[in-house]
């Protein structure tokens, strides 16, 4: 993994790198950047497998994260290429050309976080969430806490006890001293 | 159909003779070592402060009280409840855990009929996956909130020791916003608190930036808002689940804060004027934090309170205890502005059994307080101790905050290890800086490092400030030169403070002896009340437990017309004395219900 690091540094601009595992490492990337190293990648390094494509939401950085997950099979390891967007009308280019599967992953970044990929096929079309109109509810900003309350009946038998008031009834109950 | 169509299934053929690519048994293969799998929570180690239960973006997990857990200061006996119906092993959980009690094991095999049983308390409801070793936990380093305080902005020790101007300068509105957001407001110090101020409450107040509705929330429980934002004991610290994994939040800054940010002259409008007089008339011994927080509380409830108090100023101990660069007379001042401001009377340089007796109080009042405090310093009645420049330390507290011109002495030596001698200690030090520009205080204490009585604040700035402390000394004689002056005091270390009994029965090494040079010696070492204005009748009809006026859970004596609060019944602390003078008005006011009721 290091040498494939010492191998890419300089080319792609390479400012950030961590080996998770013996097998697993991730680099940031550049925007300009990323088609290039992923062609690099697929065709000169072995990672021919885009495993997944997915979104971080780092709302008080204002930015998404977006990682490109890829596989080399005969050496049996992974590469996570992640890229900074702005959160501001998020847009990215589509690399449904260099892996068709891309496809279904944009559209469902699009459903999820809000984020384009123009040229993508179907990529506006509701990918699970049919008839969604809140705000794409993995944003950070989507109340997912408030939407699990609305959307799913409480199981019987649920209660829970606020932790201070809890303290009162078994330490003061009166509202006195205790020593 | 083409050549290739017909062929295909044949092709297929070939695969036969090679290596599967499927697992033989995929029912035991373990996941990887991070895996997020069930949960795991060390009962022990959590403390039930149910954040993790705020994080669920789910509503999968309940606060529930458990078998085998007792509820107890800094526990709140209540630990989490995994629905698994809802439950998306996100781990928000772990991540956000104050103890790092909650974790994953790496297991992800669970077969039940019964879906209820889906719904379980880890580390309560054994499982076999509780010592599994591998799962996720919460990598080292990452933190939702900031384990690290926000420093207090304090003047340096070469600023401040030559003065007594206060040395804290308190939180910018930007440092007291970033404290704020690391408080999870689970309300666990709540119950620490002697007076159960709405602490959570408040500093939510802060983070929404409402300091009028914290001030409210302030005065609802706690009319020595301002003085305990100071120099409050801060036991609530002490259980605060962010101590667990980093410096408990400031809760005393934050409430100083809260003071700072209301102006003055808002405060009394903001807390409320008095209800409507009820021609009830109760009178109270001693203005200091026990008997003044009555007095807020029971003016406020439109009786008639008169305070009397021996000494030119009120605010007690809080004035002519602590000293001024902790605890400015200005702000006393404010505080007692605005309790006397709901319509209390104060009688000034009134002493009560000299200028007043207690049977005349009894027979002009419907109830009376003895609020009196632990005013009279011990001696350790070593030899020498009687010598004329042995001092109690409450008394030259006293002098010192009195404005009286004390002419430090260029060495001395203090008794004691509590936060009445580091007072001691660093006021001397400043005099001494002022009159001689050197500073020569040695303070002995019979403790260890370990187990000092003294707020470890008070002990790293008087280190700071160059007072000399000396730990395991046990004090033998209040040493006297041939001229008849002062020369110091002889210490044995000490081996062992309490007996087998739990006993005070100190053991020296009388091997290890030495002599601290100083011209005065000063003792701090505990203080008790001067009860003799109480007069002999009243002292002979009272209960006393071990010379202590006995009183009952609600403060009141055997003679149904007195009750006592303060550090003459249990103290010394500010904070307790406001909790036990809230306690005596409540009693107070319980038993003019009662009467109504009667008539």
């Known amino acids: 993994m290091e040498t494939l690091y010492a191998r890419l540094k300089e080319p792609f601009g390479l400012t950030d790198w961590v080996l998770q595992k013996p097998d697993l490492c991730f680099v940031t990337v550049a925007r300009e950047q990323l088609r290039p190293l992923l062609l690099h990648l697929r065709d000169l390094e072995g990672f021919t497998h885009l495993v997944l494509l997915t979104a971080v939401d780092w709302i008080e950085e204002d930015r998404f994260q977006l990682t490109y997950l890829l596989h080399d099979r005969a050496k049996a390891r992974d590469i996570g290429v992640r890229l900074m967007l702005p959160r501001e009308d998020a847009s990215m280019d589509s690399i449904h050309e260099l892996w068709p599967t891309a496809a279904t992953y944009q559209r469902e970044l699009r459903e999820m976080f809000g984020i384009?990929?123009?040229?993508?096929?179907?990529?506006?079309?509701?990918?699970?969430?049919?008839?969604?109109?809140?705000?794409?509810?993995?944003?950070?900003?989507?109340?997912?806490?408030?939407?699990?309350?609305?959307?799913?009946?409480?199981?019987?038998?649920?209660?829970?006890?606020?932790?201070?008031?809890?303290?009162?009834?078994?330490?003061?109950?009166?509202g006195g001293q205790d020593d | 159909m083409s050549v290739r169509d017909l062929l295909s299934p044949f092709t297929a053929w070939k695969n036969l003779f090679r290596e599967p690519v499927s697992i033989k048994d995929p029912f035991n293969r373990p996941a990887s070592e991070r895996y997020r799998g069930f949960h795991k929570n060390d009962s022990e180690k959590c403390i039930g402060c149910g954040t993790c239960e705020a994080i669920c973006q789910n509503g999968a997990i309940d606060m529930l009280p458990a078998d085998g857990v007792a509820t107890q200061p800094g526990d709140s006996g209540l630990r989490p409840r995994i629905d698994y119906g809802r439950c998306c092993w996100c781990a928000l959980c772990v991540d956000v855990c104050m103890t790092g009690s909650l974790t994953m094991s790496n297991e992800y095999k669970w077969v039940e009929a019964d879906p209820d049983k889906f719904r379980f308390m880890p580390g309560v409801d054994k499982k076999h996956w509780d010592d599994y070793e591998d799962g996720y936990r919460r990598p080292d380093g990452h933190r939702l909130n900031a384990p690290e305080r926000i420093d207090m902005p304090e003047l340096a020790p070469a600023q401040r020791i030559d003065s007594f101007v206060e040395m804290v300068t308190g939180y910018t509105v930007e440092q007291a916003q970033l404290e704020a957001d690391r408080c999870v407001t689970c309300g666990i110090c709540v119950a620490t608190c002697p007076t159960h101020m709405a602490i959570p409450d408040y500093i939510r107040a802060i983070r929404d930036g409402d300091y009028e509705r914290g001030l409210k929330l302030l005065y609802d429980s706690n009319p020595f808002s301002q003085i305990c934002g100071k120099v409050c004991t801060r036991r609530c610290e002490t259980t605060c689940a962010a101590s667990h994994?980093?410096?408990?939040?400031?809760?005393?800054?934050?409430?100083?804060?809260?003071?700072?940010?209301?102006?003055?002259?808002?405060?009394?409008?903001?807390?409320?004027?008095?209800?409507?007089?009820?021609?009830?008339?109760?009178?109270?011994?001693?203005?200091?934090?026990a008997g003044m927080t009555a007095a807020f509380d029971l003016a406020r409830a439109g009786h008639q309170v008169t305070v009397y108090e021996s000494e030119s100023h009120a605010g007690g101990?809080?004035?002519?205890?602590?000293?001024?660069?902790?605890?400015?007379?200005?702000?006393?001042?404010?505080?007692?502005?605005?309790?006397?401001?709901?319509?209390?009377?104060?009688?000034?340089?009134?002493?009560?059994?000299?200028?007043?007796?207690?049977?005349?109080?009894?027979?002009?009042n419907?109830?009376?307080?003895?609020?009196?405090?632990?005013?009279?310093?011990?001696?350790?009645?070593?030899?020498?101790?009687?010598?004329?420049?042995?001092?109690?330390?409450?008394?030259?507290?006293?002098?010192?905050?009195?404005?009286?011109?004390?002419?430090?002495?260029?060495?001395?030596?203090?008794?004691?290890g509590g936060n009445v001698a580091m007072d001691i200690a660093r006021s001397m030090a400043r005099l001494q800086k002022q009159?001689?520009?050197?500073?020569?205080?040695?303070?002995?204490?019979?403790?260890?490092?370990?187990?000092?009585?003294?707020?470890?604040?008070?002990?790293?700035?008087?280190?700071?400030?160059?007072?000399?402390?000396?730990?395991?000394?046990?004090?033998?004689?209040?040493?006297?030169?041939?001229?008849?002056g002062l020369v110091g005091l002889r210490t044995w270390k000490v081996l062992s403070i309490f007996d087998e009994q739990h006993r005070f029965a100190p053991s020296y090494d009388e091997n290890d002896e030495q002599l601290h040079k100083g011209e005065w010696v000063i003792e701090a070492i505990g203080q008790m009340s001067d009860v003799s204005l109480l007069g002999e009748e009243l002292t002979e009809q009272l209960e006393w437990n071990r010379g202590r006026l006995q009183v009952d859970d609600d403060g009141r004596t055997s003679e149904s017309w007195l009750w006592a609060a303060g550090d003459c019944v249990k103290g010394p602390d500010v904070v307790t004395a406001v909790a036990t003078g809230h306690k005596v008005a409540a009693s107070i006011e319980a038993v003019f219900a009662q009467q109504e009721a009667q008539t």
């Not at chain 2, 319509?343 to 002493?351: A, Q």
């Not at chain 2, 000396?470 to 041939?482: A, F, N, T």
């Open chain 2, 435 to 484: 009159q001689h520009g050197e500073i020569a205080v040695t303070l002995t204490a019979l403790e260890d490092k370990a187990h000092f009585l003294a707020d470890p604040v008070e002990i790293k700035e008087s280190i700071e400030e160059q007072i000399h402390i000396l730990d395991s000394r046990g004090p033998q004689e209040c040493v006297i030169g041939d001229q008849g």
């Open chain 1, 116 to 174: 384009d990929f123009p040229g993508s096929p179907r990529v506006n079309e509701d990918f699970i969430l049919e008839g969604w109109a809140d705000l794409p509810p993995y944003r950070r900003d989507f109340d997912t806490l408030q939407y699990a309350h609305e959307a799913y009946a409480e199981r019987a038998g649920r209660e829970t006890r606020d932790p201070a008031r809890h303290m009162k009834e078994q330490l003061y109950p009166d």
């Open chain 2, 366 to 416: 419907d109830a009376v307080i003895l609020a009196i405090g632990l005013w009279m310093g011990r001696s350790t009645r070593i030899p020498g101790s009687d010598h004329a420049n042995v001092f109690k330390a409450v008394d030259l507290l006293r002098r010192i905050r009195d404005g009286e011109a004390i002419e430090a002495p260029k060495s001395l030596v203090v008794i004691g």
């Open chain 2, 245 to 289: 994994e980093g410096d408990p939040i400031a809760i005393r800054w934050l409430k100083r804060h809260i003071t700072e940010q209301v102006p003055h002259e808002r405060y009394r409008e903001i807390i409320g004027a008095p209800g409507p007089a009820t021609g009830r008339k109760i009178a109270i011994v001693g203005a200091g934090p």
């Open chain 2, 317 to 364: 101990m809080t004035r002519y205890g602590i000293p001024e660069y902790r605890l400015p007379s200005d702000t006393i001042q404010r505080e007692i502005d605005l309790i006397v401001s709901m319509g209390v009377e104060m009688h000034y340089n009134t002493r009560v059994g000299t200028d007043i007796s207690m049977q005349q109080l009894q027979q002009d």
